[in-house]
């Protein structure tokens, strides 16, 4: 059996290893098209923040790691794939012939359409090179200014500020984490942030970057009527799925490749997984593309077990999300925004910086947001994911959420 996984990050490791556990013989075909080994963006930022070197970003340490495992590390770019020959194109004329093949090739960031967005200075944190890049011009004292103020933002924002710089954070939404967290929380997160230090405009934009006559620096209009001098500008605006690759190719696509629950697509024989791939939402039903990392660790697990020839189903993608921000962590799973007709508990405590939301469908939990309150979050995750009917305990979830380990072991 000839396994090709187009895609070196997370999604296409996890998923050879799991091919290889599978089927002891079979060849397998890693393609990436980045001249570094394996290695994971979520670590980038703890490069940046000095807490490793580039080879603490590597996703397997050992450098014969993969050749002992019979899987083959090819570097090249996918031009096309042709999934009723079976074969894939690389950029440098060479085609790979399958039996099955993964498409785990990720996102890539999205430049939002500003004025000067090419000009030197101004970095996405999405490759090692842009950390490079990044590092180069974050020195302790330099003027950084960062677009968005997301999931990834925020980890991003974490380790500019611990290298020093003066850093000021533009969101477009009426606060931090606007897309994982509710509003309370989010403007929270951006009050704390503050506290360290960290300038933050919500609920506006970049209008404008320039030039000035002072070399390496760049002029930032701001959509408040601001305006800014910096030495670096950092994007954190927003990624899309990497399927520019499969015009032609038969293969369905949206937002994102479609998949079914044992992430194959309309192509019997080809597979999708991770950021690149648009499966059935847990919490919703609806066809969407969760591009976070745990995510991405078990549909490639699930992939690999159904290319290998074993029927595995996925229970939905879960949005899962837990984040430190200087040092204040927050989490929010399932559908934690609510639902029309549900129920909502919700305890805030500003002072302290503690926060819990707790959205339900009739007795059951559906989605849940914290702050603060690390000890709820494996259970916020576990009544959700298993749809636990909580009877009367939703009644006292409604009055004190932070109840909801007393009703998670009432329920066990």
């Known amino acids: 059996m000839k396994y090709v996984i187009i895609g070196a990050g997370p999604a296409g490791v996890i998923a050879a290893e799991t091919l290889r556990k599978t089927d002891a013989s079979g060849s397998i075909v890693i393609v990436g098209d980045e001249a570094e080994p394996p290695y994971s963006r979520m670590a980038l930022p703890y490069l940046l923040a000095g807490k490793v070197g ?20 090819r570097q090249g770019r996918v031009n096309k794939v042709d999934a009723v020959g079976k074969s894939v194109a ?35 944190c ?31 924002m974490e380790a500019l500020a611990k290298r020093g710089v003066h850093l000021t954070v533009v969101e477009m ?4 984490v606007p897309r994982m967290m509710t509003e309370s929380a989010g403007t929270m997160i951006r009050t704390w942030v503050e506290k360290k230090g960290v300038k933050v405009y919500t609920d506006t ?35 899309s799925s990497n399927i520019g690759f499969l015009d032609g190719s038969g293969i369905a696509t949206d937002v994102g490749v479609l998949v079914d629950d044992q992430m194959r697509t ?40 159904n290319m290998a020839g074993n029927a595995v189903n996925s229970p939905g993608s879960l949005a899962i999300n ?10 929010s799973f399932g559908q934690w925004w609510g639902t029309e007709g549900g129920q909502c508990a919700e ?22 947001t914290s702050l603060g309150l690390t000890q709820h979050v494996g259970v916020l995750r576990g009544l959700i994911q298993t749809r636990t009917h909580l009877g009367e305990w939703k009644d006292h979830l409604l009055k004190d959420p932070t109840r909801i380990m007393e009703a998670y072991l009432a329920g066990a």
């Open 54 to 73: 580039e080879e603490g970003t590597y996703l397997r340490k050992d450098q014969g790691y993969f050749a002992s495992l019979g899987i083959e590390i």
């Open 90 to 124: 690389l950029d440098d004329g060479q085609l790979l012939p399958y039996d099955r093949l993964l498409l785990a090739t990720g996102a890539h960031p999205v430049a939002p359409p500003i004025p000067g967005m090419d000009l030197p200075g101004i970095h996405p």
């Open 126 to 156: 999405w490759t090692l090179e842009d950390a490079r890049h990044i590092a180069r011009l974050a020195k302790p004292g330099a003027r950084v200014l960062q677009m968005g103020a997301g999931f990834v933002g925020c980890i991003i």
């Open 173 to 176: 939404g009426n606060r931090m």
């Open 205 to 239: 934009r970049v209008e404008v970057i320039e030039a000035t006559d002072t070399p390496g620096v760049l002029r930032v209009r701001l959509g408040n009527g601001k305006t800014l001098e910096a030495d670096l500008v950092t994007s954190a605006t927003g990624v």
């Open 266 to 305: 309309n192509m019997a024989d080809v597979f999708a997984a991770g950021d690149v791939a648009q499966a059935r939402d847990f919490s919703t039903g609806k066809m969407m593309v969760n591009a976070i990392q745990p995510n991405a660790a078990e549909q490639s697990h699930i992939a690999a077990l």
């Open 322 to 331: 837990v984040l430190d921000t200087m040092g204040l962590i927050a989490a």
């Open 347 to 368: 305890l805030i405590d500003e002072k302290n910086f503690r926060y819990l939301s707790l959205q339900f469908r009739e007795d059951v939990l559906i989605g849940a």
